[in-house]
């Protein structure tokens, strides 16, 4: 047995059953091993972000890592914004990536690159393996680490003669650090605030966004009147009928001061006091009222269950009713197509227990009321803010959940960065309905541009933020990768198209002409 065989039976024995890649010289032997192990299933991503963002949406779902194959510092380098935005969602993740023989590495070699300084900034646990007989276990620490928290990065870094010299064995899979509780006196504490008057907001993010702790949340809503808010860009919430539903902070700083100036009493539930997602002229960077008192209830790395568990407890509100979301679709709308008839055809169609993979950017802001009473859904965000994760994290989300319909929803711009996915959504059959919003441009930039106070934009600038020169044709685009695809030019087609993308199986991919 070499070193990459151990290392992928210790990764299936703790878990780890999917490798998302795209590989190089240096890890052949680990491709090689995904043959004489049995377990790994292995997925092929044409560029290093769409194995990255795979690896986010699977682990989003799955509530487990996935492992990752990259090439050396280019190709750790090509996947580190969508690490960026895993990192952000707290999404568990083994990303292996291969490097030089280790008595190679001095001949600085044109590959040669300082691989764990550009991983340390996306990871919270970093190792370079320095032999195969030491593989094994450092693959089932690498496993602890990702596994550890909330979910976080660990990138091992694995020589290609530490993958090819003869190893000892696979290691057994290693404990997971129980995540810290949350103090008594501190739960007192965000009683009493509860308790005191004023208007109070738990905000939160996190393992508090699932059906279940919805649920107890929505008792303390009952009891105390509080608000339950949640941030802009979350990894993973469950939302939609039946459900308890709460307020999302929104992204446009005005809209977002207006929604938190009443606050008297901020209680931080796994996240932090809201800022505005950039500095703007003459506006605040926090979002909340001077006067505002912030308690914080639990860290993201904290056990969120039992904190809100306890106060439950400690509130005394296991009799309460909490509202749940009534079921409610929008009705279709006729005529031209817009991202107010988009949405009304995503709250009335979307089946139960669809996965929305959202990277719509600005043409997609105001989805969540038309989407609210729509059957039970797991909403997916872009995290991190680095676009190029929506195609791919619909695919890895596909992966972890084949039973579940997948509905992309991608901006043209952000979709550029990575159709890639396309090609591998094809390969592995994955059950997802791609919408593309072609506006011909970097929409949200443009408002951007006004919002930041640059005057009197002229060609120059404007042609930075337009994509009809030449135009995409997002059709040839998708059935050049071996994808069925339409194009809707009014909210008659659309609703059609999208109806029959979700009775069919595979991928399927929908045009929006927005323009």
Request: with cysteine.
């Amino acid at each position: 047995m070499n070193g990459a065989e151990s290392l992928v039976k210790t990764l299936v024995k703790s878990g780890v059953d999917v490798c998302f890649t795209n590989p190089g010289t240096s890890e052949m032997h680990f491709v090689a091993a995904l043959d004489h192990v049995e377990g790994m299933r292995c997925v092929l991503g044409l560029f290093e972000g769409v194995v990255t963002g795979m690896a986010d949406g699977y682990g989003r779902m799955a509530d487990k890592p996935a492992s990752t194959l990259l090439h050396l510092g280019p190709g750790l380098g090509n996947g580190l914004a969508n690490l960026h935005n895993a990192k952000k969602a707290h999404t568990p993740i083994v990303n292996i990536v291969g490097d030089h023989a280790t008595y190679h590495v001095e001949y600085d070699a044109p590959l040669t690159a300082d691989i764990e300084g550009i991983a340390k900034p996306v990871s919270a646990w970093v190792k370079t393996s320095k032999s195969a007989k030491d593989i094994a276990r450092d693959g089932a620490e690498a496993v602890m680490a990702a596994r550890s928290g909330p979910g976080q990065i660990a990138t091992l870094i694995l020589p290609a003669n530490t993958a090819w010299d003869e190893a000892v064995s696979d290691f057994a899979p290693l404990a997971v650090p129980q995540q810290p509780k949350v103090s008594n006196e501190t739960i007192n504490s965000i009683a009493k605030a509860l308790s005191a008057g004023g208007e109070t907001l738990i905000h939160m993010t996190g393992r508090a966004l699932r059906e279940d702790t919805l649920g107890m949340l929505g008792k303390i809503q009952a009891k105390t009147g509080c608000r339950l808010s949640c941030m802009t860009s979350n990894g993973r919430w469950q939302r939609g009928a039946g459900r308890v539903a709460i307020e999302r902070i929104q992204y446009p700083i005005d809209i977002a001061l207006k929604q938190l100036e009443t606050v008297d009493n901020l209680v931080l539930l796994g996240t932090k006091t809201p800022v505005a997602f950039f500095a703007y002229p003459n506006k605040p960077s926090i979002l909340i009222p001077e006067k505002c008192k912030v308690f914080q209830m639990a860290d993201i790395d904290m056990d969120l269950v039992s904190a809100i568990e306890a106060l439950a407890d400690e509130l005394d509100v296991h009799g309460e009713q909490p509202i749940k979301q009534e079921f409610s679709k929008p009705e279709l709308m006729s005529g031209k197509l817009t991202p107010e008839s988009i949405a009304c055809a995503l709250g009335n169609l979307m089946p139960e227990n669809a996965i929305i993979a959202d990277e719509s950017v600005s043409s997609g802001r105001g989805f969540m009321p038309f989407t609210q009473g729509a059957n039970p859904h797991d909403w997916l965000a872009l995290t991190g803010g680095s676009i190029g994760l929506g195609l791919p994290y619909a695919t890895g989300a596909a992966i972890a959940c084949p039973d579940r319909k997948v509905i992309c929803t991608e901006g043209d711009g952000s979709a550029m960065y990575t159709l890639q996915a396309l090609w591998t959504q094809a390969r592995e059959g994955c059950d997802i309905v791609n919408i593309i919003f072609n506006n011909g441009s970097y929409a949200i930039l443009k408002g951007e541009l006004a919002n930041v106070g640059a005057k009197n934009p002229g060609r120059k600038a404007l042609d930075m933020m337009e994509l009809d020169r030449p135009e995409i044709e997002w059709g040839s685009l998708a059935k050049g990768m071996g994808i069925d695809a339409t194009r809707a030019t009014d909210a008659d087609e659309f609703n059609e198209q999208l109806a029959r993308a979700i009775e069919s199986p595979g991928p399927h991919l929908i045009e929006a002409i927005l323009r």
